[in-house]
Nanobody, 115 residues
Framework: QMQLVESGGGLVQPGGSLRLSCAAS????????MRWYRQAPGKQRELVAG???????IYGDFVRGRFTISRDSAKNTVLLQMDSLEPEDTAVYYC?????????WGQGTQVSVSS
């Protein structure tokens, strides 16, 4: 079993930045990918960014170079640096870890972008 704890959400003005952090605990040996998803009210959950064990990265089309995902393997932490935030980025952001045969989720952290 794996536990994920997100932090770093909050309220920011349009154009501002936030950095989300996800600390993972448990067996880390079989991790295939660490990802961030988001879900806005009334919308489906969507992939924001992901990083594999080989450090290859993927991003949702809406990111458009504004976000950067990184991983600190020594600390079992995945980070999401979000810059140039827009009101459309308002959502609950979830950390997720994929391993062989399982996917784990954090509790989510709220990101609100508003003036």
């Amino acid at each position: 079993q794996m536990q994920l704890v997100e932090s770093g959400g909050g309220l920011v003005q349009p154009g501002g930045s936030l950095r989300l952090s996800c600390a993972a605990s448990g067996n880390m040996l079989n991790i295939l990918s660490m990802r961030w998803y988001r879900q806005a009210p009334g919308k489906q959950r969507e992939l924001v960014a992901g990083i594999s064990g080989s450090a290859s990265k993927i991003y949702g089309d809406f990111v458009r170079g504004r976000f950067t995902i990184s991983r600190d393997s020594a600390k079992n932490t995945v980070l999401l640096q979000m810059d140039s935030l827009e009101p459309e980025d308002t959502a609950v952001y979830y950390c997720s870890v994929i391993e062989i045969g399982a996917q784990y989720w954090g509790q989510g952290t709220q990101v609100s972008v508003s003036s």
